[in-house]
């Protein structure tokens, strides 16, 4: 087995990879997702031009957390926008 790209990995080791990339392939499945201290990451299981098995992981509490956030600030724009227009409603009568 090996690692080839772990640089963009937060506080998960190359042995902890390849652990979770056994217990990954032990399911038989070619997609699913594990977690990982306080993440999840979705994987995918593929093939390679040559044939070689190729695990891919994702990390989508990071997505998750974005989409929050933007869901937050969207709900305070849209309450805001309320109480201006209510407030240019008042003026103007």
Same mark, same amino acid.
């Given at each position: !087995?090996?690692?080839?790209? #772990?640089?963009?990995?937060?506080?998960?080791?190359?042995?902890?990879?390849?652990?979770?990339? =056994?217990?990954?392939?032990? #399911?038989?499945? #070619?997609?699913?997702?594990? #977690?990982?201290? =306080?993440?999840?990451?979705?994987?995918?299981?593929?093939?390679?031009?040559?044939?070689?098995? !190729?695990?891919? *992981?994702?990390?989508?509490?990071?997505?998750?957390? =974005?989409?929050?956030?933007? *869901?937050?600030?969207?709900?305070?724009?849209?309450?805001?926008?309320?109480?201006? *227009?209510?407030?240019?409603?008042?003026?103007?009568?």
């Amino acid at each position: !087995m090996t690692v080839v790209n #772990d640089n963009n990995v937060y506080q998960v080791n190359s042995t902890k990879i390849k652990s979770i990339t =056994r217990k990954a392939l032990s #399911d038989h499945q #070619d997609s699913g997702s594990v #977690d990982v201290g =306080r993440n999840q990451y979705a994987y995918r299981v593929a093939k390679n031009s040559v044939g070689q098995t !190729m695990v891919v *992981f994702l990390n989508e509490t990071l997505i998750y957390n =974005r989409f929050w956030l933007l *869901f937050r600030v969207a709900v305070v724009l849209g309450i805001g926008s309320l109480i201006v *227009f209510a407030v240019v409603l008042k003026i103007a009568k």
